[in-house]
């Protein structure tokens, strides 16, 4: 008996996405063209391998056997991945420690995370989220981060400290976050007899709005404080207040319905940067790939 590895592979993008449909979306071929692969590799074993229910494709105890057969292959193409890299002394290869805040780390890091082993296999990419900027810098000194994100309100960001280098990733647009049954702002004036959510005070998001009131020449109403941007829009959702909010925020959040977001001028732009060690060893060659990458995959966002 011939089997096919390809559609045998064909078969494990099946069963780990739960159905036809979403396979073709992960591996980029139609419905049908996926239902064809299936139904050659019954023809080839004899045996049927799926059975199609309600809730989504189910594998047969012969299509079990296949898949796992798939899932060892696949097992045994990483581990020689990994060893070409390693025999390769020009590819990036070790572990990289990168800290981020949420925002970043879901719009940026976790898009990365696979593309980046596949990339390079000798790489090793680990995440930490890190909420205290001023312990994360410690750590990033000590040597126990090789990266570190960082979010600047860009009116006026601060110089890098000595021995280390900033490299500015994207801007992004400040917006105004409405209540629901709350008038939305189309100038800057309509921001001053508002009520607003606060940031804690060591973000951009609350330098930005102590900025704007100095903008507006007036002091800004604020009634609550929070930290995560995600607590800021359920904080919108339920009427406590308007709030600032940079545009990856409430990209990568749930917007509640009745929430409105509003693009205005002169709001300014929240910068993203990557801060590392700067020696004559560091970064590593490691750390620049990952920050290459980091580079490029904010360079390809669409914002604005």
Do not use: C
């Not at 159905?19 to 591996?27: F, Q, R």
């Not at 019954?42 to 105890?61: F, H, I, Q, S, Y």
């Not at 309509?190 to 002091?219: C, F, K, Y």
């Not at 509640?256 to 001028?265: A, E, I, K």
Request: charged share 20%.
């Amino acid at each position: 008996m011939e089997v096919s590895a390809h559609r045998i592979a064909v078969l494990l993008a099946v069963h780990r996405a739960g159905g036809v449909v979403a396979a073709s979306d992960l591996l980029q071929l139609t419905p049908s063209a996926i239902s064809q692969q299936i139904k050659l590799l019954e023809k080839e074993t004899g045996v049927r391998v799926l059975d199609r229910t309600p809730t989504g494709a189910v594998l047969t105890e012969a299509g079990r056997v296949l898949a796992e057969a798939a899932e060892r292959i696949e097992a045994e193409l990483t581990t020689a991945r990994r060893t070409l890299a390693s025999i390769d002394s020009s590819a990036p290869s070790g572990t990289v420690l990168v800290g981020s805040f949420a925002t970043a780390l879901r719009a940026l890091l976790l898009p990365l995370i696979v593309s980046l082993e596949q990339d390079h296999p000798g790489l090793e990419l680990i995440v930490e989220e890190v909420v205290d900027e001023r312990s994360g810098l410690a750590r990033l000194r000590r040597g126990d981060l090789d990266l570190l994100l960082l979010e600047r309100d860009s009116h006026d960001p601060p110089a890098s400290p000595q021995a280390m280098h900033d490299v500015p990733l994207l801007d992004e647009s400040w917006l105004v976050v409405v209540p629901p049954e709350h008038p939305s702002p189309s100038t800057l004036a309509d921001l001053v007899r508002a009520t607003w959510i606060n940031l804690e005070a060591s973000t951009a998001g609350s330098m930005a709005l102590t900025r704007l009131s100095h903008q507006l020449g007036t002091p800004l109403s604020t009634r609550h404080v929070a930290y995560d941007y995600d607590v800021v829009l359920a904080m919108v959702s339920h009427g406590m207040g308007y709030a600032l909010m940079p545009e990856l925020a409430v990209r990568s959040g749930f917007v509640p319905d009745g929430v409105d977001v509003v693009r205005l001028p002169g709001l300014g732009t929240r910068q993203l940067v990557v801060r590392h060690r700067a020696t004559r060893r560091e970064p590593s060659h490691a750390a620049r790939a990952v920050l290459g990458a980091l580079v490029d995959h904010a360079g390809a966002l669409e914002l604005g």
